[in-house]
């Protein structure tokens, strides 16, 4: 038997509770992980208050990331004592996740812990610091250096946006932060935003094409604040787009594509291919500031992970990301 924090759907509504679980209940997979953190990222949150349809079957593990150590494996690509994490392929939505001790996944979806991280340097960071990376390789990819100009990030104080910060910080952009919090001003500065703006300011409808105030942007908002980004990316720039934080939609015009030649690149970190996620995890180890890191989580035992979730998707979390202790080494 082991713990999990396991969903349940009563007459439509979701009931997230921890429970002891028997390991034949565990899904198909030829790597067994004893899972040592987790974290609460964004969709995990609607899928535990059930205000999203994150979950595709019930019950289900939620937690769509964990980093842990092997305990049994089919897969010689990793031997039983090798340490591990996992982002995405649905775990936490389609196959059981990372908050419970035990995982059962295919061995293909595992990367090793990355060189100079321990495991749980890598769920502080998490599918939020995977993801901000992966936001950061297209700017850099597209051309964009630090002589380019201004980059944007929004959601600034949320998981992607507040490492998106410190890794472009770290590499001598000059980052503006935005944000709906003003209690979060110092934290986003000392992580290293040159500049901070209300989020209001992006929020709003607005004109079809605005001054050229950026050269980049990364964006975890999406709806309306997209749009606007669109509209004031300089000649040329580009927009890397995440996520959803203020709405689905999009309601845009094309004129900054057809006049300014911007690019709007899409980032997905959950069917990423292999490479791509060996890639990030191998310049978040050598690009993210460890001794900034704390400042970025506030960590609690998997008991206590659920109670969080209403307040993430409101917003009040007082740092940008929820580490979940599951349990220590053994
Ligand atoms: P968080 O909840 O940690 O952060 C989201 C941030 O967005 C908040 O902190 C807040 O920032 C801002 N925000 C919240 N509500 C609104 C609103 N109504 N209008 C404008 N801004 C708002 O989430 P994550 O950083 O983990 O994820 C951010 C988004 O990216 C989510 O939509 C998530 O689903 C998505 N995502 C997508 C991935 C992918 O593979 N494409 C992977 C990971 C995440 P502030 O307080 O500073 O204003």
Redesign the pocket.
Known sequence: MFKALLLTQEEKATKAAITQVSEDQLPAGDVTVRIQYSTL???D??AITGRGPVVRSFPMVPG?DFAGVVEHSGDPAFAAGTSVLLN?WGVGETHWGGLAEIARVPGKWLLPVPAGLTARQCMAL???G??AM?CVHKLEQHGLTPASGPILV?????????TAIAILARRGFEVV?????PD?HDR?TSLGANRIID?QT??QPGKPLQKENWAGAID????Q?LANICAAIRYDGIVAA??????MDFPATVAPFILRGITLA?????H?PMERRRSAWSDLARTIPLDQLESMIEEVPLERAADLAIP??A?Q?SK??VLVRVQDAK
Do not use: E, W
Not at 220 to 223: C, D, E, K, N, R
């Open positions: 990222n964004y969709k949150a609607l769509i995405g998490g599918t939020a995977y993801t992966l929004t959601g600034a104080n949320g998981g992607v946006g507040s932060a935005s944000t709906g919090r979060a986003l989020r992006l929020s975890s908002v999406g709806s604040t995440c996520g959803l934080a203020q709405g899409g980032v997905d970190s959950v990423a993430l998707l917003g979390l940008g990301r």
